[in-house]
């Protein structure tokens, strides 16, 4: 079974407008980390966001907030007041255990998101 | 955050010649560092996970004698495509972990062609 389902290969949405990008994870870790990361065109993941299995509140950084739903095993990314450099590809991925007890991270296929002027 | 380098950040090259990709943690220690790969518009794909001082643990599927790894030091490590052909053509990855999340830096990339 997939680790991490990112179900929408392309969005579009409005500048200035909010969007929400899908993530749903598997697993029998009751320990996990949940990231999500923005590849430009240029190539490099930046480091967006995390959640961790235990985190009662939703994490937010800026513009950027992660709609955890632990029962139904959804990360979802919203990115409010979109903008146009928020155009590129956004990664979810997931770490089993949390801190140094887990390593290998699993990688979502990817959203391409584009913003529209 | 932390910073990942890697260089070449581009490489052309010949096929069957052999092309080495530094990966190196810029202001912190790393003991271990994740090799990836992606293709166009594709997601990541571990490879190998680079442990220093000892052997890396590649993924199932990857070849460790075609792609060699060498994580000689707390700040580097080096991916080695030997004797490459056209089909090893593709955006190499590196990373790091650090951070209060453990989560992984990655580094820039590398875009291998080989012709």
């Known amino acids: 079974a997939q680790k991490i389902t990112q179900t929408q290969p392309g969005m579009f949405v409005q500048e200035k407008e909010a969007v929400t990008l899908d993530c749903t994870y598997d697993?029998?870790?009751?320990?996990?980390?949940l990231f999500w990361y923005k590849q430009p065109s240029s190539g490099e993941m930046i480091f967006l966001i995390y959640q961790g299995s235990y985190d009662q509140q939703n994490a937010t950084e800026g513009r950027y907030s992660l709609n955890f739903q632990k029962a139904r095993k959804s990360a979802n990314l919203v990115i409010s007041a979109s903008q146009l450099g928020d155009s590129a590809m956004y990664f979810c991925?997931?770490?089993?255990?949390?801190?140094?007890?887990?390593?290998?991270?699993?990688f979502g296929t990817g959203t391409s998101l584009t913003v529209i002027p | 955050g932390a910073v990942v380098s890697q260089h070449p950040s581009r490489v052309i090259c010949k096929s069957g010649t052999s092309v080495k990709i530094e990966c190196r943690s810029l202001d912190f220690q790393a003991t271990t560092m994740f090799w990836y790969r992606q293709f166009p518009k594709k997601s990541l794909m571990l490879m190998a996970t680079?442990?220093?001082?000892?052997?890396?643990?590649?993924e199932q599927g990857v070849e460790k004698d075609k792609f060699l790894i060498n994580h000689a030091s707390l700040t580097l490590s080096t991916l080695t495509v030997t004797s490459a052909h056209p089909e090893d053509s593709s955006f190499y990855i590196c990373?790091?972990?650090?951070?209060?999340?453990?989560?992984?830096?990655f580094g820039p990339g590398t875009r291998l062609t080989v012709l």
């Open positions: 697993t029998s870790d009751p320990s996990y980390g």
């Open positions: 990373s790091a972990k650090q951070g209060p999340y453990n989560e992984q830096f």
């Open positions: 680079s442990n220093e001082g000892s052997k890396a643990t590649y």
């Open positions: 991925a997931m770490r089993e255990g949390l801190g140094n007890t887990g390593n290998q991270f699993y």
